[in-house]
């Protein structure tokens, strides 16, 4: 599966159990094992396994495999394995804790919200394979960005 369409999968099956700040980060450059992490948090040990399983369940629903799923008996911390793609869903307390954002964040990836969705809140960063985020404003406000940056 590409991986573009498999973390735009990702991210909307998380959207759709109301998951919070969902980051995406590009890895290939720090790892050959796979290419994207993907971080969210949920408010619960019953919110972060709902979340697990509705990520497993679209993933393979669209052809997709998982590979495995580790934490689902606790529910603090979740993590489950696509290949490609890695998704972490933590509880906020854990997640600032271990701060995966440190060690996997060098490449945030930008994406497009989807439909009504809230999307992803994109990073200013671009890894040259973000899906571009239609936004015109952000676009108007580059120009002023260089010129600060000078």
């Known amino acids: 599966m590409d991986i573009r369409k498999l973390q735009r999968l990702i991210v909307d099956a998380l959207e759709d159990v109301k998951a919070q ?15 994207r992490v993907i971080i969210a948090s949920g408010t619960s040990n019953r919110q972060t396994k709902a979340l697990a ?14 590979i495995s ?7 603090e911390w979740v993590l489950v394995d696509t ?4 998704v ?11 701060n995966l954002e440190e060690i996997w964040g060098e490449k945030p ?9 809230a999307g992803v809140k994109a990073s200013a960063e671009d890894d040259g394979e973000a899906e571009d985020d239609g936004d015109d ?10 010129k600060a940056a000078k």
């Open 21 to 35: 700040d969902i980051k995406v980060y590009n890895t290939e450059h720090l790892t050959a094992l796979f290419e």
């Open 53 to 66: 399983a509705s990520v497993r369940d679209k993933v393979k629903a669209a052809g997709g495999d998982v």
């Open 69 to 75: 799923m580790e934490g689902e008996d606790v529910g």
């Open 83 to 86: 290949g490609d793609a890695i």
């Open 88 to 98: 972490h869903i933590m509880q906020p307390a854990l997640r600032q804790y271990y």
């Open 109 to 117: 990836v930008r994406l497009k919200a989807a439909g009504t969705k």
């Open 137 to 146: 404003a952000a676009e108007a406000k580059a120009p002023a960005r260089r």
